[in-house]
């Protein structure tokens, strides 16, 4: 019903930027989240941003300054532009789509995800 495809990744040196995309198709919502999350080896999944359907957007404390989800709606894409990267951002970057008004879901509540993107930062 959904697909979600993420790019952008790779790696880079500490200080460094790189900017995520999440192309995203088929089954349009009415009320619905885009949001970033990510998933370092060992550790728990984490939320990073969200962006819902009104255009508001939210970003974990870990990485306000630094983070910014934005949207393109005629491209239907959502991006996470990441600054000051620092070898604690490495980890697999999703994106997510949960359907309904919950502002913002951050966890559980996604209903799609993609398949990921790499994103190494060397010190």
């Known amino acids: 019903q959904v697909q979600l495809v993420e790019s952008g990744g790779g790696l880079v040196q500490a200080g460094g930027s790189l900017r995520l995309s999440c192309a995203y198709s088929?089954?349009?919502?009415?009320?619905?989240?885009l949001g970033w999350f990510r998933q370092a080896p060992g550790k728990e999944r984490e939320y990073v941003a969200a962006?819902?359907?009104?255009?508001?957007?939210y970003h974990a404390d870990s990485v306000k300054g630094r983070f910014t989800i934005s949207r393109d709606n005629a491209k239907n894409t959502v991006y996470l532009q990441m600054i000051s990267l620092t070898p604690e951002d490495t980890a697999v970057y999703y994106c997510?789509?949960?359907?309904?008004?919950?502002?913002?879901?951050?966890?559980?509540?996604?209903?799609?995800w993609g398949q990921g993107t790499q994103v190494t930062v060397s010190s």
């Open positions: 962006c819902s359907w009104t255009g508001d957007t």
């Open positions: 997510g789509l949960y359907v309904g008004t919950k502002s913002p879901p951050q966890g559980n509540e996604y209903d799609y």
């Open positions: 088929g089954r349009t919502y009415d009320y619905y989240t």
